[in-house]
């Protein structure tokens, strides 16, 4: 049985891009350190994170043309911890290794090096392509092991399975996208005779669907006959992209995530006509809902518009289908799809604020790294400046 603790996944609030321009340094650090303060940590710990922040906005401002930092809070039930993750387009670094040595430091920077600047942080992660960017991030939680996520004494906080990155459109300030997740870890039905069963309303064939819609996916549309569900520990997952930009698309994101987080449901079908109440009265949006099942090796995906869904290897990639409609207004009958987990493999989704002219080949080693790396260098591939940009990973030791 797959080992998925409340650690597993995190409550996560993007909170501020900084973008690139001479003042980056002061800015995001004075920034850092007021959220730092404002969530409970110390003040050696704040000294810590501003002196981190600072080390990585002057090598962004130095050595790159377009770059900008995130400030954001993870929490769990008991604690919480500020991160910042650096995105930038180039020149990237050849060497990461050599570049994590203590003693290398690039000039103009504090000369604290990225080693140290990783030691001072609960969890760092940083990938590179020579030439085209890097994404680094670095997460800090209060210095009482016992408070951080999944640590023990003299190990650092477990890695969450699930993590995503929103961006508002140029010019905005709260972004339409949102995402969420949370843990299955209980039975999934137990009024029932078959406590790990679960089926959706039975399904009638919807007569304005093309009876070849399943055949536009490289994933395997599920019968139309009930669908059962393992009893296993799974990991749910939600993306929102609300209609439009602005302050009422991003009202659209926030009722998503309160109405999945609120939600029994346990089946993406299930979750979906949840969320299709919930944002009655909004704009509505765009929708998927995944359910990872380690165990038996299976993602589920149910999606309601344009939300791209796909499971990636180092080598390929698989889409997984959504069908038309809009979330909270008219939706057609819903379809869930399922598709394999090689052991490994991610699952990503992203709203259309990325174009999918991507390919994991192309991005030797990402595989390697945390979702909330992957995340940021998908981000930085694929997003667009002219729409919200959501996208959220999840990979774990499956």
Do not use: Y
């Amino acid at each position: 049985m797959t080992a998925l603790t409340t650690s597993a996944v995190l409550d996560c609030e993007d909170v501020a891009w900084f973008r690139h321009d001479d003042a980056l340094p002061a800015t995001a650090r004075g920034a850092a350190a007021s959220l730092a303060r404002r969530i409970g940590l110390d003040d050696q710990r704040v000294a810590e994170i501003s002196l981190a922040v600072s080390e990585a906005a002057t090598n962004l401002r130095r050595h790159t043309a377009d770059g900008a930092i995130l400030l954001r809070v993870l929490r769990t039930a008991t604690s919480a911890a500020l991160e910042f993750v650096s995105v930038d387009n180039g020149p990237g670094m050849a060497d990461v290794t050599a570049s994590m040595s203590d003693g290398t430091s690039t000039a103009g920077t504090l000369g604290i090096g990225l080693g140290a600047l990783a030691r001072l942080a609960d969890t760092f992660d940083i990938h590179s392509l020579p030439g085209r960017g890097t994404v680094m991030a670095a997460r800090f939680w209060p210095r009482d092991a016992a408070a951080r996520a999944g640590a023990t004494a003299g190990t650092r906080a477990a890695e969450p399975v699930v993590s995503g990155i929103t961006r508002p459109i140029s010019g905005e300030e709260s972004c339409g996208d949102g995402w969420c997740a949370r843990l299955d870890t209980g039975p999934v039905n137990p009024g029932s005779a078959n406590p790990a069963a679960v089926a959706p309303a039975p399904r009638r064939e919807n007569p304005l669907l093309p009876l070849e819609w399943a055949d536009r996916s490289t994933s395997r549309r599920l019968p139309a006959e009930p669908l059962t569900v393992t009893g296993d520990p799974a990991v749910l997952v939600m993306l929102c992209d609300g209609l439009g930009h602005g302050p009422l698309a991003a009202l659209v994101a926030a009722k998503a995530i309160a109405a999945f987080r609120a939600t029994s449901a346990r089946h993406p079908e299930a979750i979906i006509r949840d969320l299709h109440l919930a944002l009655r009265g909004t704009r509505g949006g765009a929708v998927a809902v995944a359910r990872i099942e380690p165990d038996a090796g299976r993602v589920l995906l149910c999606g309601v518009g344009n939300v791209s869904g796909f499971v990636i290897t180092p080598e390929h990639r698989t889409t997984l289908m959504s069908t038309p409609g809009i979330v909270g207004h008219q939706m057609r009958t819903l379809r869930t799809f399922e598709q394999p987990l090689p052991p490994g493999a991610a699952l990503v989704l992203h709203s259309d604020g990325l174009t999918e002219r991507w390919s994991p080949e192309s991005m030797p080693g990402l595989l390697q790294h945390s979702p909330t790396v992957i995340a940021g260098q998908l981000l930085r591939e694929a997003a667009v400046r002219r729409d919200d940009a959501g996208i959220v990973v999840a990979k774990g030791s499956w």
